[in-house]
């Protein structure tokens, strides 16, 4: 069974921490894509890569950094966390062009900022 | 700009009692729309990928449907496992980034 797996289910991290989110995918896919759900916003793109070393900014990258040193594993950084920052982020990949099935989600990463 | 649009934001329904979600988009050119449904606290879930105006597709209870400015999500009889969040999204032919709507929650009551 193909998978996207993120590392945290649920995450308490403190105003100013940095804060690391992880994301691996099994299905060797080029691309890949961290986004952010909030109430009554939908998902919203933070950063997406389409090869290794790769990144471009989506529509809310403010805050966040990325890292994609190998194809599988797509990082989410928090430079430094702060209270607007709680939320549910959500790792995907797809392969080139996205493909017929769109994107393979993880299960998401409940991020509180305190 | 790419505009996809949801409605309504949210449906209760009674076991059995059908209904329709609705996802208008306004792109220039598009490849594909895609369903997903979504529980809670979990990421979504892929059910359709449509192509072209006309193109029906069923899962169990789940019907979607195309035209050329929207799709509609039907759900015939649903049961309270049909309880969820849907989403839609739509890909263009000159991006390969999915633009989602916000998303219809459905609750069906037994």
């Known amino acids: 069974d193909v998978k996207v797996t993120q590392s945290s289910r649920y995450l308490v991290k403190r105003t100013g921490e940095k804060v690391f989110l992880e994301c691996v995918q099994d299905?060797?896919?080029?691309?890949m894509f961290w986004y952010r759900q909030d109430p009554g916003l939908g998902l919203r793109l933070i950063y997406f890569?389409?090869?290794?070393?790769?990144?471009e900014k989506g529509d809310i990258p403010e805050g966040y950094s990325v890292s994609r040193e190998k194809k599988e594993r797509f990082s989410l950084i928090l430079e430094s966390a702060s209270t607007n920052q709680t939320s549910m982020y959500l790792c995907?990949?797809?392969?080139?062009?996205?493909?017929?099935?769109?994107?393979?989600f993880g299960s998401g990463t409940r991020l509180t900022v305190v | 700009e790419d505009q996809v649009t949801q409605s309504p934001e949210a449906l209760r329904l009674q076991e059995g009692e059908s209904s329709s979600l609705n996802c208008s988009y306004t792109v220039s050119g598009l490849r594909g729309l895609f369903w997903y449904r979504q529980d809670p606290g979990k990421g979504p879930e892929f059910l359709f990928t449509l192509y072209s105006a006309g193109e029906e597709k069923e899962k169990e209870r789940l019907k979607a449907t195309l035209t050329k400015k929207e799709s509609f999500l039907h759900i015939t009889a649903p049961k309270p496992e049909d309880s969820a969040t849907y989403l839609c999204a739509v890909l263009t032919f000159d991006d390969y980034k999915l633009s989602f709507g916000a998303g219809t929650t459905v609750t069906v009551r037994a």
């Open positions: 995907a990949s797809s392969l080139p062009g996205t493909g017929g099935s769109g994107y393979t």
């Open positions: 890569s389409y090869d290794v070393k790769m990144k």
């Open positions: 299905m060797d896919h080029e691309n």
